[in-house]
């Protein structure tokens, strides 16, 4: 048995009695010979174990198999961000499948050294996760290189973009908790400048506002006939601020009388659920409470938290595959690719006497 590894091409022909161009089309599958010489040429291929390098492959091919990813995020968390992770996770499975390597780099500068970067390391293609500065679509414009947009935003017609529909989630998640008979909210909001928070927070308001009730910036308590949404802003969005926000504004939660919290991630949630139960607030007979995202440990929680899911593993999975697409030459691919999003009914809103009328269990 032949136990040297990395046989060059020019061991391989000379093993087949072939020249190297002839091996090479054989290889390759470009070009044309006959079947006596392709069956002698894909034996030595066994006999040697020969595996054709990366550069060998991309110089052929004119292509090196490898997509960058860049994750645009100012604050930590970022590769293990409940939800950019669950993106990534996916990009990587996606990718292998398909056969490309991933470079993956994040940037909390917002800067266009990351974009050199990868360019630099003569990726395919790119995916550019999160919010973007314009400079930097421009920037990657000027090279002729494929690229996809992962839940950023932007007016520019030509760019391909994925993104979860969070305006309509948030609408849904109003719904959720009008329905179960609540007039009295309270809301916990993460960054604005932040896409998924800000259109989470305006499609709840804008539902609950056609529902009839007033939404209001004010903590002041209200009288007994009144309803109202109380709403509340972070500039941060992780189950400290949570725990932080709740901590603060108890007070006005418990003088307006509100039954229910909304948080725009899960974190916020879950740090906020936390301070009530502390305080002896029981979830959910005095008060709901519901998230955004569908983290694993909303599931875990206790109680497990009612949240609204997004559908990460379709985003990150065709992001790979439009891309491949793009990389391949197609044009015809929509720009705008949404992902619908849906209630997962847990206890953290839903009362064991409710369960048992409607059959709602743990989703």
């Given at each position: ?31 044309y ?6 069956e ?10 020969y595996?054709?390098?990366?550069v ?17 995020r100012?604050?930590l968390?970022i ?5 950019y992770g ?7 499975m ?9 470079f993956?780099k ?7 050294r ?23 679509i421009?920037?990657?414009k ?15 017609p ?13 609408a ?15 809301i ?8 998924s ?15 009839g009730l ?16 109380t ?11 949570g725990?932080?926000?709740?901590e ?21 949630a879950?740090?906020?659920?936390k301070?009530?139960?502390e ?5 959910p007979?005095?008060a709901?409470?519901?998230?955004y995202?569908n ?5 875990m929680?206790?109680?497990?938290l009612?949240t ?14 439009i891309?491949d ?9 929509p720009?705008?690719?949404e ?21 709602i269990?743990?989703?």
């Amino acid at each position: 048995m032949n136990t040297k590894l990395n046989h060059s091409l020019r061991e391989l022909a000379q093993l087949a009695g072939v020249s190297k161009s002839t091996a090479s089309r054989v290889i390759s599958g470009n070009g044309y010979a006959s079947p006596e010489v392709r069956e002698r040429v894909l034996r030595a291929v066994d006999e040697l174990r020969y595996k054709p390098s990366a550069v060998a492959r991309a110089m052929v091919a004119r292509r090196t198999y490898n997509i960058g990813v860049i994750v645009f995020r100012d604050k930590l968390p970022i590769v293990s961000h409940t939800l950019y992770g669950r993106i990534i996770d996916e990009i990587l499975m996606a990718a292998e499948e398909l056969g490309y390597s991933i470079f993956l780099k994040t940037d909390r500068e917002m800067s266009l050294r990351s974009t050199d970067y990868m360019l630099e390391q003569r990726v395919d293609g790119l995916i550019l996760i999160s919010r973007l500065q314009k400079n930097v679509i421009d920037y990657v414009k000027n090279f002729k290189i494929p690229y996809v947009m992962v839940n950023g935003s932007t007016e520019d017609p030509d760019v391909v973009h994925l993104v979860s529909n969070d305006e309509a989630g948030g609408a849904r998640a109003a719904e959720h908790l009008y329905e179960r008979g609540h007039r009295r909210l309270f809301i916990l909001a993460g960054p604005g400048e932040h896409r998924s928070h800000s259109l989470r927070l305006a499609g709840f308001l804008d539902r609950i506002e056609q529902l009839g009730l007033p939404v209001s910036r004010s903590l002041r308590p209200l009288s007994d006939q009144e309803h109202g949404i109380t709403v509340v802003e972070s500039p941060e969005s992780g189950f400290d601020s949570g725990v932080r926000l709740m901590e603060e504004h108890y007070e006005a939660f418990r003088s307006r009388g509100c039954t229910a919290v909304f948080s725009t991630n899960d974190m916020l949630a879950l740090g906020a659920m936390k301070v009530l139960l502390e305080r002896g607030v029981r979830v959910p007979e005095d008060a709901a409470v519901m998230g955004y995202d569908n983290i694993e440990l909303a599931a875990m929680y206790h109680p497990p938290l009612t949240t609204v899911s997004v559908d990460a593993a379709g985003i990150g999975r065709d992001a790979v595959k439009i891309l491949d697409r793009l990389i391949g030459g197609e044009a015809d691919v929509p720009r705008l690719n949404e992902y619908a999003s849906e209630v997962i009914v847990r206890q953290s809103t839903t009362r064991k006497e409710d369960e048992a009328c409607s059959g709602i269990g743990n989703t």
